[in-house]
Nanobody
Framework: QVQLVESGGGSVQAGGSLRLSCVVSDNTFSINWMAWFRQPPGKQREAVATLRSPSGFTQYSDHVKGRFTVSQDNAKKTVYLEMNSLKPEDTATYFC??????????????????WGQGTQVTVSS
């Protein structure tokens, strides 16, 4: 079973930055697609960004485009989400996911087999 562990969440003021990390525990697992989702309080989980290896192709939701950047360190089996110009509406639990089912779009929860436990991000105004 592939395990994902997120870290880097915390509390920050609006306009600030945070960098989330997601480590894949299984060294034999080939990371082809990684994604970040988030779940705001009282709302459904929504897609944030995805990255495909080895091409480095990325996609972002309209909510975060231009402010968030997803990247990967293959040697460390780690995916990052750099979040800049944070807004109060970015407050959510952030999850990483992998194990892509390609018959779903990248922004569907069903597209990913493996999920992390989430890390909380709180942005105050």
């Amino acid at each position: 079973q592939v395990q994902l562990v997120e870290s880097g969440g915390g509390s920050v003021q609006a306009g600030g930055s945070l960098r989330l990390s997601c480590v894949v525990s299984d060294n034999t697992f080939s990371i082809n697609w990684m994604a970040w989702f988030r779940q705001p309080p009282g709302k459904q989980r929504e897609a944030v960004a995805t990255l495909r290896s080895p091409s480095g192709f990325t996609q972002y939701s309209d909510h975060v485009k231009g402010r968030f950047t997803v990247s990967q360190d293959n040697a460390k089996k780690t995916v990052y989400l750099e979040m800049n110009s944070l807004k109060p509406e970015d407050t959510a639990t952030y999850f990483c996911a992998t194990g892509r089912r390609v018959n779903y779009g990248w922004d569907y929860e069903a597209a990913y087999r493996y999920w992390g436990q989430g890390t909380q991000v709180t942005v105050s105004s």
